[in-house]
């Protein structure tokens, strides 16, 4: 029986499911930072140690969960997964000192590993056929962006009604609640005979040594970098930076009367622009190099946020850069998945998928901890923008030298 793609495909909707809320969790963290460091007079940097080290757990993790899905079973996985996320938010809830809150991260992040984008796109990935994979994983990369674009603004709403610990039981809830779908999800296995003639040691040994691999790997660094300093620090960045919303004005027309709601509604931009900028990218991926997409798509964060950062900080320039950032957010994701299984195989896409989102984590730590750390140094994050800068400008040429040949036969 033909494998489908279409909409009606159980394993992409409930995959898309998952992440979707997932991300809608994840997206949010940058919303408490304020009210979270308010409450116990903590420094900016101990609650941004907090997320660097849930972004890490969640780069470890993630070539793990990859592992153990491919051993077990990737419904049994998500199940774990699961139930790690909702065990770290409940004891997040319960932190009052920031060692403590930055230990129970651990949890969060291996929870997102066993609910994100390394078993989620696998699964996702044996689903659908050749012609039409690369649309899949955008399409389920996109479900990602759909999160959030609500998980924010919901938390913003819960936390004006509600405690923070509160709003951190919720999301435990509903992290939860997904796996009730996971009936549905059954993906078919690899038919290809050379894959399943070698084993996971042989497929890593192959693309260990393969250069290409390790300039992948170091290309998405800067993906990391940014997008986990912008979602950990953009919100309070617009809340300090942004003059106040003037009354009678468009954006206080439509509710946003604050530069707190600003900040959330900015993330929100940046997942709605990133559904289309994603699903862009799964359209070209089938149609043309992936890694001179990669490059055009990591120049262009480069350049959006060197244009930001440089001009003076509006309500409106916020908000074309978050649609600008949001064109370019997730792209990478369907593209640089695709390039690894185009060359790799799909046997174990999960692992190999996890050990190249290891070097994206790390991005993410150095983005979320010196946006924290090098704020309480200067006041400001100039010069964790002008950073983000470099490393974007390096992650386009380095993926110029990839060569897209397939070295295990699908």
């Known amino acids: 029986m033909q494998k489908s793609v279409s909409l009606m495909n159980p394993v992409l909707i409930v995959g898309c499911a998952i992440v979707l809320v997932s991300f809608a969790i994840r997206a949010s963290f940058g919303v408490f930072q304020i009210p979270i460091a308010d409450e116990f007079g903590w420094l900016r940097a101990d609650f941004s140690l907090a997320i660097a080290i849930q972004n890490l757990a969640w780069g470890i993790g993630q070539p793990i969960f990859g592992a153990l899905g491919e051993k077990i079973g990737d419904r049994k996985a998500i199940v774990i997964g699961a139930l790690v996320y909702a065990a770290g938010l409940v004891a997040s809830s319960f932190a009052v000192t920031p060692q403590a809150h930055q230990l129970y991260e651990i949890l969060v992040g291996f929870g997102i590993s066993g609910t994100g984008f390394g078993l989620i796109l696998a699964v996702v990935a044996r689903a659908s056929t050749d012609e039409n994979r690369s649309m899949s994983i955008a399409i389920a990369t996109a479900a990602g962006s759909g999160g959030q674009i609500f998980g924010p603004p919901v938390a913003e709403a819960l936390l004006t009604v509600m405690p923070w610990q509160s709003v951190f039981m919720i999301f435990a809830a509903l992290i939860l609640g997904v796996l009730l779908l996971l009936p549905l999800m059954r993906a078919p296995p690899v038919e290809g005979r050379v894959e399943m003639s070698e084993s996971m040691g042989d497929i890593l040994r192959k693309a260990l040594r393969d250069p290409s691999f390790t300039l992948i790997f170091l290309g998405f660094f800067s993906c990391g970098y940014q997008l986990g300093f912008i979602t950990a620090h953009f919100p309070a960045f617009v809340t300090e930076m942004c003059g106040p919303i003037a009354p009678g004005s468009l954006l206080h027309g439509i509710g946003i009367t604050s530069t707190s709601a600003l900040g959330a509604v900015a993330i929100s931009v940046i997942g709605l622009a990133n559904v289309a900028g994603t699903l862009l990218a799964g359209y070209l991926g089938k149609r043309y190099s992936k890694k001179y997409l990669l490059a055009w798509v990591y120049l262009g964060r480069t350049v959006v946020a060197a244009v930001f950062i440089a001009m003076p900080i509006t309500p409106l320039s916020v908000l074309v850069f978050s649609a600008a950032m949001g064109s370019l957010w997730l792209a990478t994701v369907p593209l640089t998945s695709g390039l690894v299984a185009h060359l790799y195989g799909l046997r174990y896409l999960g692992t190999l998928y996890g050990i190249v989102f290891f070097s994206h984590q790390l991005g993410s730590f150095m983005g979320v901890w010196l946006g924290g750390r090098l704020y309480d140094i200067y006041g400001d994050y100039t010069l964790v923008w002008w950073l ?23």
């Open 388 to 410: 983000g800068v470099g490393v974007g400008a390096f992650s386009a040429i380095v993926h110029l030298p990839v060569k897209e040949r397939r070295l295990v036969a699908a």
